[in-house]
């Protein structure tokens, strides 16, 4: 797999993802600010994971397709879930970090000892 990562200008280090067959723009900057110019990580996973359910729907419909199928919605509720915490935290987008929320701070019921 020879992935190459350019920017607009063709160099190294950009928003362009170029492999074989395949060449994904990703947004650079706010779309607020620079207005909608690529996509986002959520819209590849979208992609794939259109492609597998319809080869759940013929024959190529097969176990590890499923499994991969919801580890991939696993992935989107896991970017959902990063997008709201960082706009509860006000750091929606801003470069700044968001605060991990730790499984502790979460349910009041768990105890590192077990008790």
């Given at each position: 797999m020879?992935?190459?990562?350019?920017?607009?200008?063709?160099q190294a280090?950009?928003?362009v993802?170029?492999h074989p067959?395949?060449?994904?723009?990703?947004?650079?900057g706010?779309?607020?600010?620079?207005?909608?110019n690529g996509c986002?990580v959520?819209?590849?996973?979208?992609?794939?994971?259109?492609?597998l359910?319809?080869?759940?729907e013929?024959?190529?419909?097969?176990?590890?397709n499923?499994s991969?199928?919801?580890?991939?919605?696993?992935?989107?509720?896991d970017?959902?879930?990063?997008?709201?915490?960082?706009?509860e935290?006000?750091v929606?987008?801003?470069?700044?970090?968001?605060?991990a929320?730790?499984?502790?701070?979460e349910?009041?019921?768990?105890?590192?000892t077990?008790?």
């Open positions: 020879n992935t190459q990562v350019v920017n607009e200008a063709g280090g950009g928003h993802l170029e067959f395949i060449r994904v723009v990703f947004q650079n706010f779309p607020k600010e620079v207005g909608i986002r959520e819209d590849v996973i979208a992609v794939a994971l259109e492609r359910e319809r080869y759940q013929g024959p190529l419909a097969c176990s590890e499923e991969a199928i919801r580890h991939l919605r696993q992935a989107v509720e970017l959902e879930l990063r997008k709201r915490r960082r706009q935290q006000g929606l987008n801003t470069l700044t970090q968001h605060q929320i730790r499984t502790e701070d349910d009041h019921d768990f105890s590192a077990g008790a």
